[in-house]
């Protein structure tokens, strides 16, 4: 007797997941791209396909994130590899990049720190939108590092301005050559407080946990971070931070405690303010 034909609109119908999420695997297995499921949706699917399909189906429908199963999420336009050793790139840190950006405008040849680059989703879309710029990006985790220079190399003109990201492995600004000063610091560190539930819920539970939270009170890396900045911003050199959703007034006091100006939060597209700054006038 022989095997039932299963096209990949069969797979489709009978997944358990939401469609879109049943589309990307699929894509993804097949190698396909959106317009492929549509006209060649009715074709039979080797054995093999629909097993890989099958076994990405299940572990999603476990919980695993979609971008570690494909390995890929797209951020400002760039198309970034994704590890289980890396936070997924979000949407709402897109905002960073863009007031980051803001900050460098009538700069030429801006010097730019990203402390805890992870994926080097941040420092890499900065570098990708101003080739002059030169960017450091640091990361405690060298796997981290490893994840964020195969970003760089296959994102990043080779001939850029700016030349290659320098990477860093270090915790803050351990390792930073001291004499360095930079026109803008940006991080996105772990702010999550230890007995948040959102740790062990959703994508959250399959990221790197040192990555999201500080096993404390969510600010101890945001405190680190604001205190070492005066020693490593240029005049006038800008600081920015992606913070949680309640975090926003204690970040801003910790920059003004420290003597900052122009202290300020800028709010996500949901309207929570999503990151806190300042300048530094010296």
Do not use: C
Request: aromatic content about 6%.
């Amino acid at each position: 007797m022989s095997e039932p034909v299963i096209t990949a609109d069969a797979l489709l119908r009978a997944s358990p997941l939401p469609a879109l999420e049943a589309r990307v695997l699929l894509m993804h297995v097949l190698g396909w791209r959106r317009t492929e499921l549509i006209t060649r949706g009715e074709r039979p699917l080797e054995a093999t396909q629909i097993d890989a399909y099958r076994t990405l189906e299940a572990r999603r429908v476990e919980g695993e994130p979609i971008a570690q199963l494909v390995g890929a999420r797209e951020f400002y336009g760039l198309d970034f590899d994704v590890t289980p050793d890396v936070l997924i790139p979000r949407p709402e840190t897109e905002l960073l990049v863009e007031t980051a950006l803001a900050a460098m405008e009538g700069l030429a040849q801006p010097r730019v720190l990203d402390l805890g680059t992870g994926s080097g989703a941040i420092a890499v879309a900065i570098a990708s939108a101003r080739p002059d710029a030169r960017v450091w990006a640091v990361d405690r985790s060298q796997a981290a590092l490893d994840v964020a220079a195969r970003n760089a190399a296959k994102l990043l003109d080779a001939r850029r301005p700016g030349g290659a990201l320098t990477f860093v492995a270090a915790s803050w600004y351990d390792a930073l050559d001291p004499a360095l000063r930079f026109d803008v610091i940006v991080s996105n560190p772990p702010y999550i407080a230890s007995g948040d539930p959102h740790l062990a819920q959703g994508d959250l539970r399959y990221e790197p946990r040192g990555a999201l939270t500080d096993e404390a009170d969510g600010l101890t890396a945001l405190r680190a971070i604001v205190a070492g900045a005066p020693a490593h911003l240029a005049p006038n050199g800008v600081l920015w931070m992606e913070h949680g959703y309640d975090q926003a007034a204690a970040v801003r006091a910790l920059l003004e405690a420290q003597g900052f100006a122009d202290v300020n939060s800028e709010a996500d597209l949901a309207g929570i303010e999503r990151i806190s700054g300042a300048r530094l006038l010296n």
